[in-house]
């Protein structure tokens, strides 16, 4: 995903260290750092030593990073499709950056996969060389963006949960996820509140933005109860999804109804024989996203420009 594939934006293959990224701060913005909008944050990762801790098991760490790197490299493609088709110049700018947040973090991820399995996979070879099967983020960040109330939607509900996941990931025993999610956490806290702000901007509206804000909630709700299911590599690595489900609901919940809005009903989207994006089980729109996504990098492999 380096500037020497398709990413634009990011450093290439010759930079000394790829969490050299992190180390680009720029200005802060009333003492609050928000890389959404070209602001940056000190690195804490450079120095880091990326030996898998005793005690963790490398293929199960490598699992997890996979699919907290592939939930956030999918969204992020998904974000920069409104580049050129926002209602407004200054929502392709924050929705393309909110993508651009979301993608820092998968290039992170993904390296530590690769790192942490022992096969030494870069970032590039994880995002354009796999299949969809292999893929294992969860459906929601997959769907199709819908109108931009639907977008707004699925950010709410992704923001809201990943933040609560990251907040517990800072203590995480690896302290290379742990500064990811540290990182991860305020961006994501900025994402949270872009989306909630949108979503009070919609709901309490005309009576048609209403409409169509809880037609967006309505669109994605059943595909939230999949965060919060627990992955036999979650619950062995990680921080277990279901604990949040409550606290995240409770907060949704809370927007919802200043918004004017109402919780929606659904029922959660079924798994498939038990499986779902986690086990690399995905909904038909992931298969054109991953060709749209992939397709300079594999019509040209080993280019570089």
């Known amino acids: 995903m380096t500037d020497h594939h398709v990413m634009p ?28 909008y070209g602001t940056g944050f000190s690195d804490p990762l ?3 030593d990326t030996t898998v801790p005793a005690g963790l098991d490398g293929a199960d760490l490598a699992a997890y990073c996979l699919m907290l790197g592939d939930d956030a490299l999918v969204l992020a493609q998904r974000l920069t499709e409104w580049c050129t088709r926002a209602p407004e110049l200054e929502e392709e700018v924050a929705l393309t950056n909110l993508g651009l947040d979301l993608l820092g973090q998968a290039r992170l991820l993904l390296t530590r996969a690769g790192q942490a399995d022992g096969t030494g996979r870069g970032e590039d070879e994880l995002a354009y060389w796999r299949e969809a099967h292999e893929f294992r983020n969860v459906r ?6 819908g109108d931009f109330a639907h977008s707004v939607a699925r950010l709410l509900l992704f923001a809201t949960a990943r933040g609560a996941l990251y907040g517990l990931l800072a203590g995480h025993p690896d302290p290379v996820l742990a500064a990811v999610a540290a990182r991860g956490v305020l ?18 509206g005309t009576p048609y933005s209403a409409a169509r804000m809880q037609a967006g909630l309505d669109a994605v709700w059943p595909l939230l109860d999949e965060l919060f299911t627990p992955h036999p590599v979650e ?26 809005l109402t919780v929606p009903e659904a029922r959660p989207l079924a798994f498939v024989g038990g499986r779902a994006g986690r086990d690399g089980v995905h909904t038909e729109a992931l298969g054109p996203l991953l060709a749209e996504f992939q397709v300079v990098a594999r019509a040209h492999p080993g280019a570089t420009w």
């Not at 010759?14 to 180390?23: F, N």
């Open 187 to 204: 961006e994501l806290a900025y994402h949270q509140e872009y989306a909630t702000a949108w979503t009070l901007r919609l709901g309490d």
């Open 46 to 48: 450079l120095g880091v």
């Open 235 to 260: 619950l062995r690595i990680g921080a277990d999804p279901s604990a949040l489900r409550e606290p995240v609901l409770r907060t949704l919940a809370a927007v919802l109804a200043e918004a004017g």
């Open 9 to 36: 934006g990011h450093h290439g293959a010759g930079d000394d260290h790829v969490y050299l990224t992190l180390s680009e701060a720029g200005p802060e913005l009333d003492g609050e750092a928000r890389w959404a």
């Open 140 to 145: 929601l960040v997959e769907a199709p963006n």
